[in-house]
Nanobody, 125 residues
Framework: QVQLVESGGGLMQPGGSLRLSCAVS????????IGWYRQAPGKERERVSC????????SYADSVKGRFTISRDNARNTVYLQMNSLKPEDTAVYYC??????????????????WGKGTLVTVSS
């Protein structure tokens, strides 16, 4: 059974940093994509960042490029999202999602197969 569990959300002041973690278990595919998506109140879920395996290629939404970094620790079966220079508009529930046999994360979040329950990030002074 595939499980994705996010952690690391919280309240942060503008300009601060947070690191989100996504612990993955039950995954048997060597070829897949794992992405971070977010959903702000009253808005649609949007793609934030993606990392693919086995090549490790990454991609970012324009709104977070240069501020967020996605990475993975294969030994720990964990994907991270380092978020720096946080802005109030980054406030959202952040979800980790996986697509087996995918080389990239689709823009339409509903094309991802497995989802975590999300972690809330609030950026406010």
């Amino acid at each position: 059974q595939v499980q994705l569990v996010e952690s690391g959300g919280g309240l942060m002041q503008p300009g601060g940093s947070l690191r989100l973690s996504c612990a993955v278990s039950g995954f048997t595919w060597d070829y897949y994509a794992i992405g971070w998506y977010r959903q702000a109140p009253g808005k649609e879920r949007e793609r934030v960042s993606c990392i693919s395996s086995p090549d490790g290629s990454t991609s970012y939404a324009d709104s977070v490029k240069g501020r967020f970094t996605i990475s993975r620790d294969n030994a720990r079966n964990t994907v991270y999202l380092q978020m720096n220079s946080l802005k109030p508009e980054d406030t959202a529930v952040y979800y980790c999602a996986a697509l087996p046999r995918g080389s990239s994360c689709p823009k339409d979040p509903y094309d991802m197969v497995y989802w975590g329950k999300g972690t809330l990030v609030t950026v406010s002074s």
